[in-house]
């Protein structure tokens, strides 16, 4: 089984930043593109950021020069480093990863972090 588990959220002032990080477990042969989607309650998940294998990243643009995406692919780990937050950054912020069980680049399954929860207090 595969898992993403999120960690890094919390509750932030105006102006403050946040590192969220997700970590993919379990047996797979690799990891296509990863992203960061985010919603709050009544509003469909939007898009935040995302990578892919070779590293090439987009970003909504509401979080261009504010938001960063990485990834560590040796860890099977991608990074949501978040910059002069805004309290309308509040949301539940999600893990997204496409990743194949061989080594057809096509033949990938989608999986979801379970979520975390990012407060931006004014």
């Known amino acids: 089984q595969v898992h993403l588990v999120e960690s890094g959220g919390g509750l932030v002032q105006a102006g403050g930043s946040l590192r969220l990080s997700c970590a993919a477990s379990g047996t797979f042969f690799g990891i296509n593109g990863m992203r960061w989607y985010r919603q709050v309650p009544a509003k469909q998940r939007e898009l935040v950021a995302g990578?892919?294998?070779?590293?090439?990243?987009n970003y909504a643009d509401s979080m261009k020069g504010r938001f960063t995406i990485s990834r560590d692919s040796a860890k099977n780990t991608v990074y949501l480093q978040m910059n002069s937050l805004k309290p309308e950054d509040t949301a539940v912020y999600y893990c997204y990863a496409a990743i194949r069980p061989s080594s057809d680049y096509l033949a990938a399954y989608e999986y979801w972090g379970q979520g975390t929860q990012v407060t931006v207090s004014s």
């Open positions: 990578i892919t294998s070779a590293g090439a990243t």
